[in-house]
């Protein structure tokens, strides 16, 4: 069993539905998990904080438009009018719910209610046997807003179950219930959670995240001329680079696949045939990956001869961080100065005066991380070389390595920032 997820662009317009029934075939057993259509979820939310506003007259207009797009969508989606009324009904719950003004969390759901149902109709509408598997049913989180899959996998079977065999299982991404019962969801951008935790779950062979980009590339395509789809990272490279700024995947959504051992496969609707990338466990010696960079970056020196054989002294520096609840990215040291990176800067003030009290104090705003991923290994020699190498001729702060096998992070003036990636590109991808 496969579990294919995909997103709002990927279900956005009717022919986009179209093509996404062209992709997932008529495969058995498969678990088939949708966003709402893209531009819904904002206009939910759109709507949601003008009733909280007591605008309730902005909020009906909004819904009113909202039901519009949708009434467009039937149009063009279903060929007979049969499926157009069971379609305007089966929508048509989602408005006049909305229209009671319920609570934030249940008008967003509607979202992934709608385009599932909208979908799975689509399906029966061109002969392929579908049912639907309500998300509200098995997905669920607890007291602390995490998934508790235990929970999940249990439910999740009795409800497959009672949709008995179907070729294609349906299922909404993003909501579920909290630990009292009542509709949350995953957070924005969830449904990626959602399939990770139900690929998990029901123990599938692959999960796959269809999008519109060709996989994880092995640069950033906005500022890089010719860069190209990883074809295979370890689910380390892949965390690495999604925290430093690869917009792809987001590592905490894809963690129960990981513990799962599932391979996650990330694929483009636009062009099916194409490989994308596989993430697994496995790893594969190649050395340098990809590289990706993370903006709106401030550097804090701590220089203090305290600092020089004693023990306790970063103990004291990562405290300040912590009260004021600020995470660091990169650290280095030397025997008298420790630097860290922060991307929140909202208490920089009062951390630079804590620390002050340390030693001095040096900071450097507008600075970008650029993250270098792969298999990266200590014994294996030169690719510190090569990527030193490339930035030659760029002034760098900071350099970090050894703290994982999967990453080098250095650290740049954001200005410099596209002259480092392409530099690193010609060197380490584009040598011919
Ligand atoms: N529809 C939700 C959002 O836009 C969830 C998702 O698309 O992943 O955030
Ligand atoms: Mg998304």
Redesign the pocket.
Known sequence: MKVLKF??TSVGSADRMKNVAKIIGSEGGNIVVL??M?G???ALIGISEAITAGKRDEALSLISELENKYAGVIEALYDSEDYRAQAREAVGASFVLLRTFPGDKEI?AQ??LMSTRLFTLYLHSIGVNAALLPALDYMRIDENGEPDLKAISEKLAVVIDNAGKAPIYITQ??ICRNACGEID??????????ASLIGAAVGADEIEIWTDIDGMHNNDPRFVEHTAPVKHLHFEEAAELAYFGAKILHPTCILPAREANIPVRLLNTMEPAARGTLIDNHLDDNGIKAVAAKDNITAIKIKSGRMLLAYGFLRKVFEIFETYRTPIDMIVTSEVGVSVTIDDCSNLQPIVTDLEKLGSVTVDTDMVIICIAGDLEWQHKGFEASVLDALRDIPVRMISYGGSNYNISVLVKACDKVKALNLLSSHLFNRN
């Open positions: 997103g709002g966003s709402a893209s819904t979820t904002n967003v979202g992934e991404g993003f969801n995953l957070k924005r951008g969830g449904s990626d959670y959602s």
